[in-house]
Structures are given as structure tokens and as C-alpha cells.
């Protein structure tokens, strides 16, 4: 009798405890995506975060799952349907954190540093934008491109991420 009533209460407790797992987790994740200006590192404020559930989404011109606008201090934070991640592109007029699939990575300052950057089709200019070989191979064209930077969340995280608009 001893015994069974410990077998009992043992299954009790088991199954209490693997009833708890079962249970369904939060099924929203919060972002909290912080914007500068990558010509003068400060914050984007007024800035259009948007966040894609697919990728080819950012580069078709569908709707994004979410589009958000940074405050003041270049901020936006909101709560999201927990998917598993998106993608993100951010922009402020005309500045971009991505270009139709092309990763900006800073401004052209000099002619030194065009002449020592790979080679853009246009050619390249001081102030206009650099872009990322993504392939190493010296020359920035459709070779390049890939897909929008994105998030991955897990149920119920609160993910920040950081990006800047060029």
C-alpha cells in the first residue's frame, strides 16, 4: 500500500509537471529597433521601420507585416506575432538600410576611398552611397545582392536590433 500510494503521488507530480510544458508560450515577441543616420551616427528619428514575414517581400514591394516610426531618439518597440523572425528594412526619405537587395555599408568621403572601394555601376562618387561586396569579387553588382538583414525571435523574447540608414 506504501508503495502504490508513492507510485500515485509520483504520478500526480509527473503529470502536473508535463500537463505545464504542454502548455502554449506567449505568441508575441516584442522588437525594439534602434535607428541612426549613418552619415552622422545620430538618431533616424521619423524614420519607417518595416518589418517583412517573407523574404522576397522587400524587394517585390508587397506589404510589410508591420510598419513602425521611430520617435525622437531614432526608437520604435512594439509587439509582434511571435513567427519566428522577419526581415528589416529601414528608411528616412531617401536613405535606406537596404536597397533592393544591395547592403549599404557607409558614404563615399574621398576619391582615396572610391579608388580603394570595388567598382559601382554608376560609378561611384563622393557622397553617394557605399555598398557591400557580399562576394568579395571587387565589383558591387547583381552578384551582390541578397536578402534584407532579419530577426530571429524566439515566443515571448524581447529581441533590440540596430541598424543605420545611409
Do not use: W
Not at 522576397?56 to 516610426?69: H, R, V
Request: aromatic residues 10%; contains cysteine; glycine residues 10%.
Amino acid at each position: 500500500m506504501k508503495y502504490t500510494s508513492l507510485l500515485l503521488s509520483g504520478c500526480v507530480a509527473a503529470s502536473f509537471l508535463f500537463s505545464s510544458c504542454d502548455k502554449e508560450g506567449p505568441s508575441t515577441s516584442t522588437v525594439a529597433i534602434t535607428v541612426t543616420d549613418g552619415l552622422t551616427g545620430t538618431a533616424s528619428a521619423g524614420a519607417t521601420v518595416k518589418l517583412y514575414d517573407d523574404v522576397n517581400k522587400p524587394n517585390t514591394g508587397e506589404a510589410p507585416a508591420y510598419t513602425l516610426t521611430a520617435d525622437a531618439s531614432g526608437k520604435v518597440s512594439a509587439s509582434v506575432a511571435y513567427i519566428g523572425g522577419y526581415y528589416i528594412v529601414a528608411e528616412n526619405g531617401a536613405r535606406k538600410s537596404y536597397y533592393g537587395g544591395l547592403i549599404p555599408i557607409g558614404i563615399f568621403k574621398t576619391q582615396a576611398d572610391i579608388d580603394s572601394s570595388p567598382k559601382q555601376t554608376p560609378a561611384a562618387t563622393i557622397g553617394a552611397v557605399k555598398f557591400k561586396d557580399t562576394n568579395g569579387d571587387g565589383v558591387i553588382n547583381d552578384s551582390d545582392k541578397t536578402h534584407a538583414p532579419s530577426l530571429f525571435l524566439e515566443s515571448g523574447q524581447t529581441l533590440t536590433y540596430s541598424t543605420a540608414v545611409y
